[in-house]
C-alpha cells in the first residue's frame, strides 16, 4: 500500500488562482518532500519539510505538515499555466532517509 | 536533469527476453535508486543501492536485479521480461544521508519507456 496518497487525483482551475493539493500519509516520518513532473519528464524537487517543521516556504510555494494528522499540503498561489504538472508527495516512512515512497499524485492544469 | 542519463530512452521487446537499462550519474551520488512508474500507482520502488556493490530491494523487486560495480552506473536487469514489466522506469540518485541530517532530496534522470510484448 502506498504511504503517500495525494487529495485531489486531479485539478483544474483558471490561471491566476491558487491550487491546493494535500497528501495523507500512514506511518511516522522524518520528512516529507513534494515532487513537480511535467508530461514525459523525470521528476524535479520542489521542497522538503522536516518533522519538526510546520509550515514552509519556497517561492510561490507552501507546504503545511501536521504531524498528528499525518497530512501535509501544497499551496501555489497565483497560478500559472507552466504550472501544469503532476505533484507527488514523498515521505521516508520512517526508514531513516534511504527510501522514499511516493504517493500517486495530484494532476493539476492550469487553464490560460 | 543533474548530470543523469538513462540508456536506452525506448525500447519494445518480447516476452522471455532478457532485457539491462542502464542509469548513469555525473554527480558522484553515493545512493542511486530505479523506480517504475505506472497509471494510479505513482512511482514505486524496485531496487536501491547504497555504494558500490551494496544494494537492496524495494517495494517491488521481484523479477528485476541490479548491479553497481562503479560509482556512477547502476544497472537494472530484468532476466525473462513479461508484460507486467511494461512501464516507465526512472532511475534517482540522491548524496546519501549526511551527519545529523536525514534529508533525502532525489535527482531523476529523464526515464525510459520500455514496452513487453
Known amino acids: 500500500s502506498q504511504q503517500g496518497e495525494e487529495d485531489p487525483q486531479a485539478l483544474s482551475i483558471q490561471e491566476g488562482e491558487n491550487a491546493t493539493m494535500n497528501c495523507s500519509y500512514k506511518t511516522s516520518i522524518n520528512n516529507l518532500q513534494w515532487y513537480r513532473q511535467n508530461s514525459g519528464r523525470g521528476l524535479v524537487h520542489l521542497i522538503l519539510?522536516?518533522?519538526?517543521?510546520r509550515e514552509k516556504h519556497s517561492g510561490r510555494l507552501r507546504v503545511t505538515l501536521d504531524t498528528s494528522k499525518k497530512s501535509s499540503s501544497l499551496l501555489i498561489t497565483a497560478s500559472r499555466a507552466a504550472d501544469t504538472a503532476s505533484y507527488f508527495c514523498?515521505?521516508?516512512?520512517?526508514?531513516?532517509?534511504?527510501?522514499?515512497?511516493f504517493g500517486a499524485g495530484t494532476r493539476l492544469f492550469v487553464k490560460a | 536533469d543533474a548530470g543523469i542519463t538513462q540508456s536506452p530512452r525506448h525500447k519494445v521487446t518480447e516476452t522471455g527476453t532478457p532485457v539491462t537499462l542502464r542509469c548513469h550519474q555525473t554527480e558522484n551520488h553515493r545512493y542511486m535508486y530505479w523506480y517504475r512508474q505506472d497509471p494510479g500507482h505513482g512511482l514505486r520502488l524496485i531496487h536501491y543501492?547504497?555504494?558500490?556493490?551494496?544494494?537492496d530491494k524495494g517495494e517491488v523487486s521481484d523479477g528485476y536485479s541490479v548491479s553497481r560495480s562503479k560509482t556512477e552506473d547502476f544497472l537494472l536487469t530484468l532476466e525473462s521480461a513479461t508484460s507486467s514489466q511494461t512501464s516507465v522506469y526512472f532511475c534517482a540518485i540522491s548524496e546519501g544521508l549526511t551527519s545529523g541530517s536525514l534529508d533525502n532530496e532525489q535527482f531523476f534522470g529523464p526515464g525510459t519507456r520500455l514496452t513487453v510484448l
Open positions: 514523498a515521505t521516508d516512512a520512517g526508514t531513516g532517509g534511504f527510501k522514499t515512497i
Open positions: 543501492s547504497y555504494g558500490v556493490k551494496d544494494t
Open positions: 519539510i522536516r518533522s519538526n517543521e
